[in-house]
Each structure stands twice: as C-alpha cells, then as structure tokens.
C-alpha cells in the first residue's frame, strides 16, 4: 500500500479564517513533506518532518505552521492567507530518516483557494 | 545550488511517434526520480534511476541516467493519448537531502 491521504480535497476560505489541511499515511514512513503547487509549474518544499520532528523549514511565512502529531499524521494549520497563497498543497512521505534518499509517494493534494 | 533544467517544456505529438525528453541538472547526483501529473491530480512515481548507466522501463517510457554527463532522458515509444500530462524529473544531489523538480514537460499526444 503505498497511498498517502489528503483533507479535505477542496479548501475555499477567507483572509481572516484559520483552517488545517491534513494528511496520513499508514505505510511506516518516518519523513513527510509539504509542497505547493502552483498551476503549470513544479512543486515547491515548504517542510519536511524527520521521524516527527521539523527538519527543514524553507523560510515559509508564519501564516503556514506546521505540526506532526505522531509518525502518520502531518496536518498544515493555515491563518491570514493571502490570495497569492491559492494553490495546490500536496503533502509526501518517504522511508528513510533524512527522506531525501528513498521515493517520495505524494497524496491527492489539497486545492487551496484564498479570497 | 541544484538547477534541473528539463526540454522541452512543451511536447505536442501524434499518436505512434517516438519521443525523447531530457532532463539535466547542475551538480552531483546518483538518484534521479521521473514523475507524472495529469491535470489537477497528485504525481505519480514513474522511475528511480539509482546509478550512472540505470535504464527503466515501463509499457511505453523508457528512462536512463548518464551520471557523468548529468543527464537523464525519458523516451516515449509510440505514443497513445492516455500518456498526455505533464512529466517532471527530479534530483537529490550526493550531499543533500532535498529533492528538486525541473518545471517539467507538458505532454499532448493527439489522435
């Protein structure tokens, strides 16, 4: 089983509103990831969780915060949004310690619309 | 810093024509990862290239390494209209952790 799952699917809210995207996968990885898409261009690394603790923040603003709860749970807590911050947020895992090494397998990806 | 530069960009092909993309980055690496996306979905892994001289292959593609040369290529034999979406590359150099995409290649094979 190499399926990571993604909630919710679709995300519409306001730049005042606070909102959580989630992600889990069951497959015993020990390094997850959060990206974001935006249209027609590569995914970008927002963060990397090691074995549940923050391993790389890529100087994502404050308004993105993110937590890992156990080693299957990934979730993106998301307050004062901007409109540019609109896009496609895909959450990742991978076997190995640092994730670098081993395959990333990707979830479905969450369609984030600020207004 | 890694660069991974992917051509061309845009592919527009008729069925049962053969294709090559490629894809070159800037520093050392020896794990070269193919993914697809179709339009509004997830990506999907293709290939792990693991070493200079890997050669994979899947039903139409095909993908191969040349670690010295820095380059990878996936080719497309004879293509058919459900390959259409976009092909990313992606490199993991020797001393880091992060994996960087090229901006990819947007594929459309037409009847």
């Known amino acids: 089983d190499t399926e990571v799952t993604q909630t919710p699917k679709h995300l519409v809210m306001g730049m005042t509103n606070k909102k959580s995207l989630k992600c889990e996968q069951h497959m015993g990885h020990r390094a997850m990831y959060w990206y974001k898409q935006k249209a027609k261009k590569p995914p970008e690394l927002m963060f990397v969780y090691s074995y549940e603790k923050l391993s790389i923040n890529e100087s994502v603003p404050s308004r993105f915060s993110p937590e890992c709860p156990n080693s299957s749970l990934l979730n993106l807590h998301l307050h004062a949004l901007q409109p540019e911050d609109s896009a496609l947020y895909l959450c990742a895992s991978s076997q190995g310690p640092t994730g670098g090494w081993e395959t990333q397998y990707f979830g479905p990806g969450t369609r984030l619309l600020v207004l | 810093e890694l660069k991974v530069e992917q051509n061309p960009l845009f592919l527009s092909m008729q069925e049962g024509k053969n294709y090559t993309i490629y894809c070159n980055y800037s520093t050392t690496s020896d794990r070269l990862y193919w993914y697809r996306q179709d339009p509004g979905k997830s990506l999907e892994s293709l290939f792990v290239?693991?070493?200079?001289?890997a050669v994979k292959q899947e039903g139409r593609l095909m993908a191969s390494l040349d670690t010295k040369a820095r380059l990878s290529t996936l080719h497309i034999t004879a293509a058919v209209h459900d390959l259409s979406a976009t092909y990313f590359c992606a490199v993991v150099e020797t001393s880091g952790s992060r994996l960087t995409f090229g901006e990819g290649t947007q594929l459309t094979v037409n009847p």
């Open positions: 290239l693991l070493s200079n001289g």
